[in-house]
T-cell receptor
Framework: EAQVTQNPRYLITVTGKKLTVTCSQN?????MSWYRQDPGLGLRQIYY???????DKGDVPEGYKVSRKEKRNFPLILESPSPNQTSLYFC?????????????FGEGSRLTVL | LAKTTQPISMDSYEGQEVNITCSHN???????ITWYQQFPSQGPRFIIQ???TKVTNEVASLFIPADRKSSTLSLPRVSLSDTAVYYC????????????FGTGTRLKVLA
């Protein structure tokens, strides 16, 4: 089954404790992206990657890092989480060869930073 | 990238047709208009995409006027299960694949 898998789905952590949210897709998609969703603000893009070893900042990259060492994986790293990073995070992927550019989303990871 | 503007919320009754309009004044020649649907605590899901005129699939229709500065998503005979947030995006097909979601339109379908 074609899917985007995120882990963990739920996480409560404390300020400053490094964490990684993993994202994996099995559709051989070149493009992957991370979004955060906060009430009243819609979905905001954090980082995206056009292909392996190619990443770029989205609209709200501060406090986050990403890497794209393999095509299928695109982890989101919070080196020193702060309470303002409490949010619902979504990973998404798409095929650059598909003219629709349809984005496929994971189920989301709800992060709470105390 | 063209920024989009859409109503914050809408209410409708079951069985009615719902039209959600999106404004994208700065749309470029290579841009497509795409709509996504999001249910609570789920990731958005692709509904429909178009370039101009009218596109229809099993879920919705998309109307795009000749100047392409706006688009209208039409949901025929909505049901309670259509209650969701609907996002309009302008996606460029040249170079960057930066997808910009706005705040979306929260549609509430009433019985």
């Amino acid at each position: 089954e074609a899917q985007v898998t995120q882990n963990p789905r739920y996480l409560i952590t404390v300020t400053g404790k490094k964490l990684t949210v993993t994202c994996s897709q099995n559709m051989n998609h070149e493009y992957m992206s991370w979004y955060r969703q906060d009430p009243g603000l819609g979905l905001r893009q954090i980082y995206y990657s056009m292909n392996v070893e190619v990443t770029d900042k989205g609209d709200v990259p501060e406090g986050y890092k990403v890497s794209r060492k393999e095509k299928r994986n695109f982890p989101l790293i919070l080196e020193s989480p702060s309470p303002n990073q409490t949010s619902l995070y979504f990973c998404a992927s798409s095929s650059q060869g598909d003219w629709t550019g349809e984005l496929f989303f994971g189920e989301g990871s709800r992060l709470t930073v105390l | 990238l063209a920024k989009t503007t859409q109503p914050i919320s809408m209410d409708s009754y079951e069985g009615q047709e719902v039209n959600i309009t999106c404004s994208h004044n700065n749309i470029a020649t290579n841009d497509y208009i795409t709509w996504y649907q999001q249910f609570p605590s789920q990731g958005p899901r692709f509904i429909i995409q178009g370039y101009k005129t009218k596109v229809t699939n099993e879920v919705a229709s998309l109307f795009i006027p000749a100047d392409r500065k706006s688009s209208t998503l039409s949901l025929p005979r909505v049901s309670l299960s259509d209650t969701a947030v609907y996002y309009c995006l302008v996606v460029t097909t040249s170079g960057t694949y930066k997808y910009i979601f706005g705040t979306g339109t929260r549609l509430k379908v009433l019985a």
